[in-house]
């Protein structure tokens, strides 16, 4: 089975406080690591499983400047086979939709039977897989916590939904997945296993190489754009307990007993 | 105290003769008996020999392993531990039985070789044993003889009556061993009774035939068997001497062969396995023996995956462990029901070895080591506390091997999610926390504000280096370990500086976690900063990073311990503390791993608490080389491990035992683990823990 | 030519999800002079209770019943949208399960911008929609503008409006299967087979009145206790954030969240919890909430009534000390 998984190479929120930068434009990005989008981690974890079991290929595509390459060459570590940069000033400021036109270029070039993105990325639109799958016509799932492969034309997944529950669904290939956090389990990549794919070559291709025009993706072709990044005002929010720890609970409990949260 | 005096060499047959034919003269039924004496010496040496050679066989496939260093240290450990049994009498009833029956044996194994030659050359003897000395050392062997089986027959009704809890085999790992120890229990006996009945009616018969003047020590099995036969007829005498001879060679050369077949193969690769230790404790050996830290990021494979990956040491451990169980006794991770028990590392992989290179045979398929003879959870199990190496009367090794096959682990990716994280965060931030590297520092706003620590620079200069590392830097109760330090530091006079942002974590669990490249990393950007920083000596309040500094790293200054450098100012009297705060509380000092047990430092601390007038300190059973590791440091407090209840539980439950009611130590992980486990057991209040630093820190009078 | 907004309705047998009524808080804030549309698709009975439940809020219901519509696929259901909704207007989504399924493809579909996860509008300006997102998993908020020019859909935050409960509303429920099936049942490719229920454990949180949940901010497994102990104290039931369902300290039916359980407690205690929305879009029906979190900057002390600020492994034990105290 053909695979390619769409990663993105994000900011490591962690233990990080992600900061507004001075003039609002902007998250303070200067004592920031990066690494790959933990979703997208699973993804190529859970897509290396299955090449594993049926066989194929697996790709990873990334979409950005310098910087996206060393996330590809991290999940290339990890175990996929391929990597694909698509990189071109012309596409930076695109929103969702142009970020997806620019994935649907380069997935036409090739020819994939599955393609796998993370549920979410940092900035939680959470909207790359749907309009993908929308895009190239080809069924759609998010929230995939299972994947089992039945034949080389269809295959079972399952979706979490509220209350822990799971919906279980077969699709057929071709098709994308949106896949969640936890599905799998997914193996560490050390610093050996970075070196090791160090030099190994990872196409770059602009806008002309997957014949797209300009016009459908940067800042022209976007429908979303940011005016700027704020902290809100914490605004009312809660009263917050003062005085010793004594004191504070004191006036805890008196505020417990009088909403009956003491039985 | 009479001798038994024999007269030796051909003077018996032409001066005297004797009152029974020797096995090498003899006939049975026509057949002279010295065939059978040839015979199964040929055999017996020509099997051990073949069990030898398969046994050799997988060594010859295993990686390498230099040993040959530092002879006359070897020569010293092969005398103190192999010969002295040095360990063993750390389990003091079991030592002692062993301690007998291994030196009967040492000195019956002259006695073993006459024996075999009696049966071909008639009246044998070992060159200068024809005389006196022979006579000598025949009042020796007889006693040792019934010595080494009393002690038999008291370690079999051990065994197999008493069954002590430490030799008992849970069902995953297989079946008891107690049969096979009784059984060469019984072996052993009965070359001491055989042989003791050869003599004895040897003597009987000489007594009633008048030959020569025959006095056996009495209540020795000699004395006793020849006090039994003193009136049997002659030719019945003939005969048991004979079945007793023939006995003795048949179990001798059984013995012999069984040895290489199971857990008593000890008793041949003891002193070789003890010759060939480990010698340089604390640090963990190189990923492959002569490949170098340049090759390691292009060498085909990392650490031991298979079988064969181990070094051909590691494997003669496997074969020398004789499966006492001292070591699982005293591993904290099999107190806490972890999947690890040292011992069935070695047994299982002693096991795999045998299937893989049978004696006859074809050889079992070859199997990844993990999945099938050890697990994953087994291998991360492990805290490299040290206590079972410590246990082992054989010397054999644990960390290297656990590290090894860790290595292994981390080359395939199979890396535990818990540990993945704190993994990247050291790699990316150069701490397990993923807190940003500038403020490594803040800790020591406050106190460098009051100019009392200073961040080495290009012109800040210091003499001392106190290390800090993560925890230290960045945990919110562990910091005020760091602080106190810095405080006590400054009272004792102690030019100093630390690294701040541009220190690294030492990298002594990443190392000991098996990924050896980000350790080298780690390793490489603190000894750039350390020798840049132009310091003369390091100081830290860390064991991981004082172990780290000093045995894992190279060509940086020497470290030193905190609590070895207050010991020396409080004796300089640089330091001067005031009499105990409370002086009810009662104190206990607990032993970090690797302070005391990995590094030898045991009496820094004490004396440094025993300094405060008035302290009140009790030891805790475990104490000193055999304290109880308390859950493990560094990535191993983000380790999720399957077990019943939390090693720091049971460590304080052992200060309870021992009427403490505050614990001290001298490690944050132990400060962590240990107020950890006192918040739930619901001792607060009831027991209290402090770092030895804090403690001199309330006390010290500036 | 006035917008038209149409919302689209969760309902679970027979009854109204509370996203229904926060779309049209949403609508208002979009454009009060919009015209609403309910999207109400499913079938029976059930379908009809909802029907007339939203036209008392709605300006106008749409509905599409059919036998296979009785649960909602995103695949089959965009398709039939993208059939009877005319484009250029603004499609109102619930962010969640579902939402996130249906809503991405169907802005393709119609050609429409797509704004996810929208917290708050501020009107429409020139032809674009002001709107407010946040990022990096809640820690800052983004000032966005949706170019509302062929149209927009746009997936709502559960909890970010409050519900218009107002009802003044008589829209007409418009039958809009016919024309949604011409052409038959769409999105094919992809076929439900059945749910796979979470394992039912001790305790269903649903139903608790007092709930005490814990997060992160607990560390470590064995600290669960001090937890344990609280909620018996207090006579309440323990529940928690997903970090600590995943990492298997506590059993998936304790889980608050938009992924776990969906609770209604009159009290709800939340200790070391930072305040995700995917955490407080698993409690419903405003309970009163107290936070007990170090982090001064927890997202938590926004939306809870009282706040403690400080390290729950040193407070909690004190706290129920001093309840067993008191209960003598």
């Not at chain 1, 006036?251 to 417990?256: G, S, V």
């Not at chain 2, 099995?221 to 007793?244: C, D, E, R, W, Y």
């Not at chain 2, 040491?313 to 040292?342: E, I, N, Q």
């Amino acid at each position: 089975m053909e695979i390619l998984v769409c990663v993105k190479r994000v900011p490591d929120t962690a233990e990080n406080e992600i900061e507004v930068n001075k003039d609002g434009s902007d998250i303070e990005r200067d004592d920031l690591v990066y690494s790959v989008n933990e979703w997208d981690n699973y993804a190529v974890e859970e897509a290396i499983q299955i090449r594993d079991k049926v066989g194929g290929s697996v790709t990873v595509v990334s979409v950005g400047g310098e910087e996206a390459e060393e996330i590809i060459r991290r999940e290339m570590a990890m175990g996929a086979d391929k990597g694909i940069h698509l990189s071109d000033q012309a596409f930076e400021e695109s929103d969702g939709k142009g970020l997806v036109r620019i994935l649907q270029a380069a997935i036409e070039k090739g020819s994939y039977d599955l393609i796998l993105t993370g549920v979410q990325a940092d900035d939680g639109a959470g909207q790359v897989g749907g309009m993908l799958a929308a895009m190239l016509d080809w069924p759609f799932a998010s929230l995939v916590n299972h994947i089992e492969v039945i034949n080389d034309r269809t295959i079972k997944v399952g979706r979490e939904i509220a209350g822990g529950n799971q919906e279980m669904n077969e699709i057929d290939l071709p098709c994308v997945l949106s896949i969640q956090t936890g599905i799998n389990e997914p193996r560490y990549v050390g610093i050996r296993g970075i070196r090791k794919v160090a030099s190994v070559e990872i196409p770059v291709f602009g806008a002309s190489d997957i014949g797209l025009s300009p016009d459908l993706v940067g800042k022209s072709g976007a429908k979303i754009s940011r005016v700027d990044y704020f902290v809100p005002d914490l605004g009312e929010g809660a009263e917050i307990l003062e005085g010793d720890t004594g004191e504070i609970l004191e006036k805890l409990i008196e505020i417990l007993k009088s909403k009956g949260g003491i039985k | 105290m009479a001798a038994c005096q024999r007269v030796r060499g051909k003077e018996r047959a032409t001066d005297m003769g004797t009152a029974l034919i020797s096995p090498a003269e003899a006939s049975f039924f026509g057949i002279p008996t010295v065939i059978f004496s040839v015979f199964i010496l040929i055999f017996g040496i020509g099997i051990f020999t073949y069990l030898i050679i398969r046994r050799i066989a997988p060594l010859l496939n295993a990686a390498a392993d230099p040993r040959l260093d530092r002879i006359m240290d070897r020569a010293k450990n092969t005398v103190r531990i192999a010969i002295f049994q040095y360990r063993q009498p750390r389990y003091l009833f079991a030592g002692i039985l062993h301690i007998l029956i291994f030196a009967g044996f040492v000195i019956i194994s002259l006695r073993s070789i006459t024996l075999v030659m009696l049966g071909i050359f008639e009246g044998f003897s070992l060159p200068g044993f024809e005389g006196t000395l022979g006579n000598i050392y025949d009042l020796f062997k007889d006693l040792a003889g019934t010595i080494v089986f009393g002690s038999c027959i008291i370690a079999a009704i051990r065994r197999g009556f008493f069954q002590p809890e430490r030799y008992s085999v849970p069902p995953k790992y297989g079946k008891g061993h107690t049969g096979e120890a009784i059984l060469v229990l019984f072996m052993i006996s009965g070359l001491m009774v055989s042989d003791g009945i050869f003599e004895g009616s040897f003597i009987a018969a000489q007594i009633q035939k008048g030959f020569g003047i025959e006095i056996p020590i009495p209540g020795t099995i000699t004395g006793i068997a020849a006090m039994i036969f003193i009136k049997t007829p002659l030719s019945s005498l003939q005969n048991i001497h004979l079945v007793a001879y023939f006995s003795h060679e048949l179990i001798f050369f059984f013995f012999l062969c069984f040895l290489p077949l199971g857990k008593h193969f000890h008793v041949i690769t003891s002193l070789p396995n003890v010759f060939l230790m480990k010698l340089n404790k604390g640090t963990v050996k190189p990923v492959k023996w002569g490949v170098a830290e340049e090759e390691l990021e292009t060498s085909e494979s990392f650490g031991v995956k298979k079988f064969e990956d181990f070094t051909w040491k590691h494997m003669l451990d496997f074969y020398s462990c004789a499966d006492c169980g001292r070591c699982s006794d005293h591993c904290p991770a099999t107190a806490v029901g972890r999947p690890l028990s040292p011992r069935f590392i070695s047994i299982k992989c002693r096991d795999y070895a045998f299937d893989k290179y049978p004696l006859f045979g074809a050889s079992i398929k070859e199997r990844d080591l993990i999945g099938h003879i050890l697990e994953e959870d087994e291998i991360w199990s492990c805290t490299t506390c040290g206590a079972c190496e410590e246990e082992c009367p054989l010397m054999i090794e644990y960390i290297d091997k656990i590290v090894d096959v860790r290595r292994g682990l981390v080359d395939v990716g199979i890396v535990p999610q818990s540990l993945q994280k704190p993994l990247g965060a050291l790699e990316k931030r150069g701490n397990p926390y993923g807190k940003m590297e500038r403020k490594r520092a803040d800790w020591a706003k406050d106190l460098m504000a009051a100019n009392a620590v200073k961040i080495l620079k290009k012109d800040v200069k210091a003499d001392t280096l106190y290390f800090v590392d993560s925890i230290t830097s960045y945990d919110d109760r562990i910091q005020a370990i760091g602080q106190a330090a810095v405080r006590v530091l400054c009272g004792a006079g102690v030019d100093f500086g630390i690294l701040g942002p541009a220190e690294k974590d030492s990298g002594h669990e990443v190392k000991r976690f098996g990924e050896e490249m980000l350790f080298l990393q780690l390793r490489d950007q603190n000894i750039a900063s350390i020798r840049g920083s132009g310091v003369k000596n390091i100081i830290t309040a860390d064991p991981h990073a004082f172990n780290a500094l000093k045995n894992d790293y190279n060509g940086i200054p020497p470290v030193e311990h905190i609590s070895q450098v207050m010991k020396r100012h409080i004796a300089s009297e640089k330091i001067h503390l005031k009499p105990i705060e409370d002086s009810r509380a009662v104190y206990t000092y607990h032993d970090p791993c690797y302070l005391g047990r990995h590094n030898g430092v045991y009496d820094a601390s004490r004396e440094v608490m025993d300094a405060i007038a008035g302290i009140k300190r009790v030891e805790m059973v475990k104490c000193r080389d055999r304290s109880f590791c308390c859950g493990g440091g560094g990535l191993m407090l983000f380790y999720e491990p399957i077990e019943e209840t939390r090693m720091g539980r049971l460590r304080v439950e052992m200060a309870k035992e021992a009427g403490a009611t505050v614990i001290v130590t001298a490690c944050p992980f132990c400060m962590v683990n240990i107020e950890d486990a006192i918040k739930t057991t619901g001792m607060e209040g009831k027991m209290e823990v402090i770092d030895l630093v804090e403690l001199v820190d309330r006390h010290m009078i500036v | 030519m006035a917008l038209q907004i149409f919302s689209y309705i969760l309902h679970k047998g027979g009854g109204l999800d509370d996203s229904a009524l926060e779309l049209v808080t949403a609508a208002h804030e979009i454009d009060p002079d919009a015209s609403v549309t309910a999207l109400v698709i499913g079938s029976g009975t059930d379908l009809d209770s909802v029907c007339n439940e939203v036209a008392s809020s709605y300006q106008n219901v749409w509905k599409i019943d059919n036998r296979d519509l009785s649960y909602a696929n995103g695949e089959v259901i965009r398709g039939l949208l993208s059939r009877i909704l005319p484009k250029g207007n603004i499609v109102l989504v619930p962010n969640e399960h579902f939402g996130m399924d249906l809503a991405p493809g169907l802005s393709v579909k119609l050609d429409a911008a797509y704004l996810p996860d929208a917290v708050s509008f501020e009107g429409i300006e020139g032809g674009k929609l002001k709107a407010i997102r946040e990022e990096y998993s809640g820690m800052v908020s983004t000032h966005v503008r949706c170019d509302i020019s062929t149209g927009a859909v746009i997936t709502v935050r559960a909890g970010a409006f409050k519900a218009d409960e107002s009802k003044g509303e008589t829209g007409e429920v418009v039958d809009k299967t016919t024309e949604a099936l011409t052409g038959g049942l769409p999105g094919g490719a992809r076929r439900f087979i059945e749910i796979v229920e979470a394992e039912v454990g001790d305790v269903d949180i649903t139903k608790s009145e007092t709930l005490v949940s814990v997060g992160r901010g607990i560390e470590d497994e064995d600290n669960i206790e001090i937890i344990r102990d609280l909620a018996e104290a207090m006579g309440a039931d323990v529940s928690c954030s997903r970090p600590i369902v995943d990492a298997k300290w506590l059993e998936k039916s304790r889980q608050v969240g938009t992924s776990g359980q969906t609770v209604r407690p009159k009290v709800y205690m939340a200790l070391g919890i930072s305040g995700s929305f995917q955490h407080l879009g698993g409690i419903k029906g405003a309970p009163f909430m107290i936070a007990i979190n170090k982090n001064v900057k927890a997202p938590i002390f926004q939306v809870s009534d009282i706040g403690v600020v400080a390290d729950i492994l040193d407070f909690v034990p004190e706290l129920t000390d001093k309840i067993k105290e008191m209960k003598g």
